[in-house]
T-cell receptor, first 113, second 109 residues
Framework: EAGVAQSPRYKIIEKRQSVAFWCNPI?????LYWYQQILGQGPKLLIQ????????DSQLPKDRFSAERLKGVDSTLKIQPAKLEDSAVYLC???FGRGNEQFFGPGTRLTVL | QKEVEQNSGPLSVPEGAIASLNCTYS??????FFWYRQYSGKSPELIMS????GDKEDGRFTAQLNKASQYVSLLIRDSQPSDSATYLC?????????FGTGTSLTVIP
């Protein structure tokens, strides 16, 4: 069974530029999560989808971050414009349902200069 | 108060010993609890889930849950150098997952 796929794996951008991350969850998983993990910290939830609907985006900085999950499968997370403090690893995870075991993709390491 | 608290360590144990990792959580309504292992530069990998009070064993790993005291622990028996990693505790109170900051474990050969 294929795991969660993410791309790109690494991205370096200048502040104020935009960037987009892509995630393909495990087949059949209805719930998809985007997390931000800063070095030395645990993952922090940015947004949670159930199928193609947003369940929780309370911690998403909506003035610069946006996310969508079209057709309830793939998802993209966008940052525009990026700030220095956005440098982190962005992790996508999926689970069969809310609260079930979630599985992480390899992550995207973002560096904002 | 943080939702999930872990001792950041580092925790060092000799090879073959038992490593004990602890986690406390604040939401009494939490129903689902998970332990993840994260190697440096890698993403979290699920080790175990536990939902009921008591112990759950899987190979060298045992998760223990005590909802009355609001703590969950992970025991690693016969620790190996390959177990050296950061261990993340995650709790699901019903709305979203909350992660601790992780405990760094080093197994000394």
């Amino acid at each position: 069974e294929a795991g969660v796929a993410q791309s790109p794996r690494y991205k370096i951008i200048e502040k104020r530029q935009s960037v987009a991350f892509w995630c393909n969850p495990i087949s059949g998983h209805a719930t998809l999560y985007w997390y931000q993990q800063i070095l030395g910290q645990g993952p922090k939830l940015l947004i949670q989808f159930q199928n193609n609907g947003v369940v929780d985006d309370s911690q998403l900085p909506k003035d610069r971050f946006s996310a969508e999950r079209l057709k309830g499968v793939d998802s993209t997370l966008k940052i525009q414009p990026a700030k220095l403090e956005d440098s982190a690893v962005y992790l996508c995870a999926s689970s069969f349902g809310r609260g079930n075991e979630q599985f992480f993709g390899p992550g995207t390491r973002l560096t904002v200069l | 108060q943080k939702e999930v608290e872990q001792n950041s360590g580092p925790l060092s144990v000799p090879e073959g010993a038992i490593a004990s990792l602890n986690c406390t959580y604040s939401d009494r309504g939490s129903q689902s609890f998970f332990w993840y292992r994260q190697y440096s530069g890698k993403s979290p990998e699920l080790i175990m889930s536990i939902y009921s009070n008591g112990d759950k064993e899987d190979g060298r790993f045992t998760a223990q849950l005590n909802k009355a005291s609001q703590y969950v622990s992970l025991l690693i028996r016969d620790s190996q150098p390959s177990d050296s990693a950061t261990y993340l505790c995650a709790v699901f109170p019903g709305n979203q997952f909350y992660f601790g900051t992780g405990t760094s474990l080093t197994v000394i050969p």
